[in-house]
């Protein structure tokens, strides 16, 4: 069976990514770092060879305010670790 993945030019491959990063809420906490191209840019690639394009989409659209990426998302670690450093920055910001 062909997935989603088969009909998107590779540089196009990763944009359930970006889906992901706004669902999440993390678009201005990935984009505040120093190295936020070469993160997303690795994180893209990830998800263009998941291979789960469909389950992702799925999930995507069951889930409007999500707490953090689903368990098969090859990016969930990387959602916590961001979650983790937006949530010590604003602490920070607040003390």
């Given at each position: 069976m062909l997935s989603?993945?088969?009909f998107?030019?590779?540089p196009e491959k990763?944009?359930?990514?970006?889906v992901m990063v706004d669902k999440l809420g993390m678009r201005a906490?990935?984009?505040?770092?120093?190295?936020s191209e070469a993160v997303a840019?690795?994180?893209?690639?990830?998800c263009a060879d998941c291979g789960r394009e469909d389950t992702c989409q799925?999930?995507?659209?069951?889930?409007?305010?999500p707490d953090e990426a689903p368990y098969f998302c090859k990016n969930h670690d990387l959602f916590?670790?961001?979650k983790?450093?937006?949530?010590?920055?604003a602490a920070l910001q607040t003390a």
């Amino acid at each position: 069976m062909l997935s989603f993945r088969h009909f998107f030019p590779a540089p196009e491959k990763g944009w359930l990514f970006n889906v992901m990063v706004d669902k999440l809420g993390m678009r201005a906490g990935l984009e505040s770092r120093s190295s936020s191209e070469a993160v997303a840019k690795r994180a893209q690639a990830r998800c263009a060879d998941c291979g789960r394009e469909d389950t992702c989409q799925v999930w995507l659209s069951e889930n409007d305010t999500p707490d953090e990426a689903p368990y098969f998302c090859k990016n969930h670690d990387l959602f916590e670790r961001l979650k983790h450093d937006i949530e010590v920055e604003a602490a920070l910001q607040t003390a």
